[in-house]
């Protein structure tokens, strides 16, 4: 079964000049997709203006992956511990309940670029922790680059859930493919470019769930960058809400 949510059909935020779409938003969007998909709460695509941030804001525990396609992102949270995340480097970031985040842009000149993955948690109790690394363009080239997983296999990040994150850059006429387990389920994400999966063309900033599929199969149009998030059995089940 394929779900499908076009880059038109995400809320659009406007925040001064910062910009942010929102992939599910329970609040004013009714249906299979209001809740998120599985373990996955959030999906959100956001730009920075020059020096431009976020203002200080709880999180209920969840872990967190965050992508800076362009530019660079600075955060801080209530506990002191500071950092920033460059182009090309993503980061896991695991929250506390009760502990208070902030981020801006870490340039006063060029604009930040940033994808946003929020998983439910597995578990309660858990503690506030940081994890940070680079995928370069070429090992994400024309491949399923993991960048996430709970065995943190082939030097990615460490998550808890029974879930992968992808990261790959497509060439033109290249054919990806993604056997799907048994019981497993996928939400694949276009950041740019445009591919066909299933006959259906995807282009920038559409979405698509895949459930009761033995694979994702992507016939590649033009040059096309995607985050692919294969989710365990346990992600049909929903958890406690994850706020944005």
Sequence with gaps: MITLCRDTERR???NGN???WLTFFPRDRPGPLADGFGFLAIFNEMRLPPDGGTAPYPRDEAEIITYVHKGALAQEDSTGLSGVIHAGEFQRMTTGR???HK???ASRTDWAHIFRIALRP?????DCAYEQKRFTAAQRRNLLCVVASRDGR???????????????????GHHLFHELLLGRSAWLHVLYGEATLNE????QGDGVGVTIEPSVSLIVQEKTEILLVDLGPAANSHGSDVVP
């Design 18 to 20: 910062q910009d942010t």
């Design 103 to 105: 981020e801006r842009n």
């Design 200 to 203: 259906i063309v995807l282009t």
């Design 122 to 126: 597995s578990e309660v109790g858990l």
């Design 12 to 14: 659009h935020v406007q």
């Design 154 to 172: 082939r030097g990615s990040l460490r998550i808890r859930q029974d879930v992968l994150i992808y990261s790959s850059i497509l060439d033109p």
């Design 98 to 100: 009760g502990i208070r």
